[in-house]
């Protein structure tokens, strides 16, 4: 069992400069795996506006997909649907195709967060669902996750991008100072900006999911 990983372009249609776009996109992709390398397949272009990947833990990708979501600038996202089950390679004439029930998970938990945005929470931007099978550990870690991503993809949607950027060195390791010097303000003003973007609860609210000390 792995993580299956769709992710799709919010508003693609609507970009100015599609190529434009993806650059940015591979460039984020490829600088999260650099800063915290997680992924057993990272993000790749399929098909149209699409992209899969592939993580062996659902800790992991959370960790990883969170990192995309704050490096991404205005006016680029995108949505993640994470399917936890089997995945295998069919043999094509075309190349290996992806299949199994993680990736019908994955696809499934996509078209939720479609749903979800037309609704209520027009912010959701990630969602899980699990393949057929799972045993109740797995099923309650995936309601709970479920239910921090919508906190997390609310308060990120909410984020300028000064705060995303500082959410995103504080995620990966770099201190209040580091942070102020590549902004050109103060430290003080970082941990402002942090307090009021609620950056801390989602990073200690991720590192609780996983297991790890706070």
Same mark, same amino acid.
């Given at each position: 069992m792995v993580i299956a990983v769709i992710a799709d372009i919010v508003g693609s249609r609507?970009?100015?400069?599609?190529?434009?776009?993806?650059r940015v996109l591979d460039e984020t992709i490829a600088q999260a795996e650099i800063d915290l390398p997680l992924a057993a397949q990272p993000l790749t272009p399929t098909v149209g506006d699409e992209?899969?990947?592939?993580?062996?833990?659902?800790g992991d990708a959370l960790s990883s997909l969170f990192l995309i979501q704050l490096r991404l600038p205005d006016g680029i996202a995108f949505r993640f649907g994470i399917g936890v089950g089997e995945v295998r390679a069919?043999?094509?004439?075309?190349?290996?195709?992806?299949?199994?029930?993680?990736?019908?998970?994955?696809?499934?938990?996509?078209?939720?967060?479609h749903s979800r945005e037309q609704r209520a929470v027009p912010r959701t931007r990630t969602?899980?669902?699990?393949?057929?099978?799972?045993?109740?550990?797995?099923?309650?870690?995936? +309601?709970? $996750?479920? =239910?921090?991503?919508?906190?997390?993809?609310? /308060?990120? *949607?909410?984020?300028?991008?000064?705060?995303?950027?500082?959410?995103y060195g504080r995620l990966v390791g770099r201190s209040q100072q580091e942070?102020?010097?590549?902004?050109?303000?103060?430290?003080?003003?970082?941990?402002?900006?942090?307090?009021? +973007?609620? $950056?801390? =609860?989602?990073?200690?609210?991720?590192?609780? /999911?996983? *297991?790890?000390?706070?």
């Open positions: 609507e970009l100015g400069d599609r190529g434009a776009a993806q992209q899969q990947g592939v993580y062996r833990e659902l069919v043999a094509s004439v075309h190349g290996e195709l992806a299949d199994g029930p993680g990736w019908y998970a994955a696809r499934a938990a996509i078209e939720t967060v969602w899980i669902v699990g393949a057929p099978g799972q045993d109740e550990v797995m099923a309650s870690t995936i +309601a709970v $996750s479920n =239910a921090y991503l919508l906190a997390r993809d609310e /308060l990120v *949607g909410a984020m300028s991008a000064r705060e995303r950027r500082l959410t942070l102020a010097a590549q902004e050109g303000i103060s430290q003080p003003s970082v941990s402002k900006s942090l307090r009021r +973007a609620g $950056s801390a =609860a989602l990073i200690e609210g991720l590192a609780a /999911l996983k *297991g790890e000390p706070a």
